[in-house]
């Protein structure tokens, strides 16, 4: 029997990350659910936040905490901003080449809410893609693809492993700390962005082992998102394309965002998705992200990836403006974690990047802070394991299965989305929160396989957090139930 010294679940950029932070002489697995590329982080686009020197720490610190609304934890942002720049710096060391001008100068871009230019970015709009292709060409430790994590192995506050799904086969795989990096939920939703294999399996693990999640009902919609794309996955146009100079316009062509907050555009994420969906309810009006300020070849340059994507949509960028809606896009809420990304009331579990609720993010986050958030608190999970050698006494557990899908699971899994989608999303009512609770439940006490029961109670999760916030706060927008 292999016990490793630590098992990673999840392959983006926290999963290898961590995986790359410990020592050679560790004896480590990284799990993940399809191929290792198929993750959110391969899809990121605009880049990573950084200060870009010290003078802008504190800048970069309190651009987070004001679209933060007040729920981050200032002892974690700070952490966030200073290892952050370490972070970027140890990446540029071993090798990451970031985009940079003809005389060699790391080339920075402006997200929304940021006050100054501070993102780095790769392959002009695939950040993400080049992170990862970096991370997996830097990897050697052993990598398990196609595997579904279905189970923590606990006992008491000890996790001794996982148990996964691998070929149609139940196995246990044993390990003296386990760190958590499997992601968000973007497939609770019926329009996401983000990648198929992201449907927070893990987080509805943690719940039905009695550990808590934080802050769910703070989810973010992404403003810009050309939901008629085939699939699940919608296709995103980054936030740095409003950055550089793209508008969006009603069918008269009014820059109706202005109306809303009066910087437009580069308003916080949830201004803009507020705006447009506001918009579109009120006016009847369709919506497109215009690009009046670019030519073709520049844009295609910068943005190679959406340029590429959408003419294989049928769209000719820049010239044409693209019919956009907001779409669920990232989970500010997570698996509860002290600010060395253990789990709390747990000694060897640890959760990283976006599965973790460290309160980097609060109510909202800021553009291109994630990407980094994976990166600092990965490194600072292998910094503690590596400190703290909890004493492990190897314990075997038994290696049933449970059903993990029953008949009839994929219609109830896409209600599932639907209900999340039209109850839970831009702006809640308190009636249709209360419904879609009440269904979440009697679908909860049907005949269904244990993968659906995560999803589901991971969203009952959400419902009930959004119910409990009788107040809008940052991406959490309550209002008066309009059929009354
Ligand atoms: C389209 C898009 C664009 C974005 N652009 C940016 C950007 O420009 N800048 C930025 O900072 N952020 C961006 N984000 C957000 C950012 O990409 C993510 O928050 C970040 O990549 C998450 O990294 P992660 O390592 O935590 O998870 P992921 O990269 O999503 O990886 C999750 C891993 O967990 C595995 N997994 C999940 N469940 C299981 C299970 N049950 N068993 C086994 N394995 C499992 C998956 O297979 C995957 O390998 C973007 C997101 C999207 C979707």
Known sequence: MIVYDAIIIGSGIAGL????????????????????WDCNTFYAQGGVAVATDEEDIAAHIEDTLAAGAGLCDPKAVEILVRDGMIEIDDLIARGMEFDKDEAGN??????????????????????????HHFLMAENRQQLLYRSTVTELLMDGR???????LNDGKCRNYYAKSVIIASGGIGSLYDFHTNARTIAGEVHGICLEKGIPLRDMEMTQFH??????????????????????????????????????????????????????????????????????????????????????????????????????????????????????????GC?????????ASVRVHGANRLASNSLLEGLVFSTRAVKDIIKRAVYFKFKEFDGECEILIKEGDAERKDELRKIMWNSVSIVREMCSLEKALGRIDSLLKE??????????????????????RTESLGAHTIVEDTSQ
């Not at 000890?158 to 996964?164: A, E, P, Q």
């Not at 699940?232 to 069918?251: P, S």
């Not at 943005?303 to 989970?331: C, Q, W």
């Open 17 to 36: 990350n961590a995986a790359a932070a410990f020592p050679a002489d560790k004896k480590v697995l990284v799990i993940c659910k399809e191929n290792s």
């Open 158 to 164: 000890i996790c001794h492993g996982v148990r996964l």
């Open 347 to 355: 000694d060897n579990l640890y959760a990283v990047g976006e599965c």
């Open 106 to 131: 790391i080339l920075y871009t402006k997200e929304a809410a940021h006050s100054k230019n501070r993102i780095v970015h790769a392959g002009g709009d695939a950040t993400g893609r080049e992170l």
């Open 223 to 344: 403003p810009t998102v050309f939901i008629h794309s085939k699939g699940a996955r919608k296709q995103l146009l980054t936030e740095a394309l409003r950055g550089e100079g793209a508008h969006i316009i009603d069918d008269d062509g009014k820059r109706f965002v202005f109306e809303y907050d009066e910087r437009g555009e580069m308003s916080p994420r949830s201004t803009v998705s507020k705006a447009i969906f506001d918009w579109k309810e009120k006016t009847g009006k369709a919506v497109y992200l215009s690009f009046p300020n670019f030519e073709e070849e520049a844009f295609r340059e910068r943005f190679p990836t959406i340029y590429f994507n959408m003419k294989d949509m049928g769209f000719n960028l820049p010239r044409e403006d693209v019919p956009i809606s907001p779409a669920f896009h990232y989970a500010m809420g997570g698996i509860e974690t002290d600010l060395n990304a253990k789990v709390v």
């Open 447 to 468: 005949d269904i396989g244990k993968l659906l029961r995560l999803r589901l109670k991971v969203s009952k999760n959400i419902v009930q957090s959004a119910i409990s």
